[in-house]
């Protein structure tokens, strides 16, 4: 099975701080995502990466900066993290090889900026 | 990319069988319908995919009418444990630089 590993299941961070959210996956996929997820709004896409150091906008990428130097890691940067940022995040990935069957995310990792 | 519509929140009880409708008016030729399931404070599990007609493996089942513009998960028998928040999504399952766009999805909730 495909693992995807979010570094941190909790983060509590300071107004201001640079945070690294960071996440690897076991299988050699080309795609990466990056998602927020809040009560009442689902999902929504902040930036995907379909190959080393490459990587698009996705919906709500202000604030947020991302990495991709190796195919297995996924870096999401909050240059200077607010309380707006207060979020649950989700890494996902899957190859774009053939007939798709879907992503496969990680646990997610839960934010408090204070 | 094609956006979805589907209940905000479902009731049910243990044993029942449960169906959830999506529509998805402006599906392209090439988009497949996904569904995924997720747990309180967990990402999305990957359940099921198809492009028509019917599909099935060991946890639902799939249908999508001749047209494509709506598509039904079937849980049969659920229990407790299926109470989870169900996504349906469309985009492009043919590989390359796609993305899925996300609703807020259908709270399933089973009682005993």
């Known amino acids: 099975d495909v693992k995807v590993t979010q570094s941190s299941r909790y983060l509590v961070k300071r107004t201001g701080e640079k945070v690294f959210l960071e996440c690897v996956q076991d299988?050699?996929?080309?795609?990466m995502f990056w998602y927020r997820q809040d009560p009442g709004l689902g999902l929504r896409l902040i930036y995907f990466s379909y190959d080393v150091k490459m990587k698009e906008k996705g919906d709500i990428p202000e604030g947020y900066s991302v990495s991709r130097e190796k195919k297995e890691r996924f870096s999401l940067i909050l240059e200077s993290a607010s309380t707006n940022q207060t979020s649950m995040y989700l890494c996902?990935?899957?190859?774009?090889?053939?007939?798709?069957?879907?992503?496969?995310f990680g646990s997610g990792t839960r934010l408090t900026v204070v | 990319l094609a956006k979805t519509t589907q209940p905000i929140s479902m009731d049910s009880y243990e044993g029942q069988e449960v169906n959830i409708t999506c529509s998805h008016n402006n599906i392209a030729t090439n988009d497949y319908i996904t569904w995924y399931q997720q747990f309180p404070s967990q990402g999305p599990r990957f359940i099921i995919q198809?492009?028509?007609t019917k599909v099935t493996n060991e946890v639902a089942s799939l249908f999508i009418p001749a047209d494509r513009k709506s598509s039904t998960l079937s849980l049969p028998r659920v229990s407790l444990s299926d109470t989870a928040v169900y996504y349906c999504l469309v985009g492009d399952g043919s590989g390359g630089y796609n993305k899925l766009i996300f609703g807020a999805g259908t709270r399933l909730a089973v009682h005993p």
């Open positions: 299988m050699d996929h080309e795609n």
């Open positions: 996902a990935s899957r190859t774009p090889q053939g007939r798709s069957y879907g992503y496969t």
């Open positions: 198809g492009y028509k």
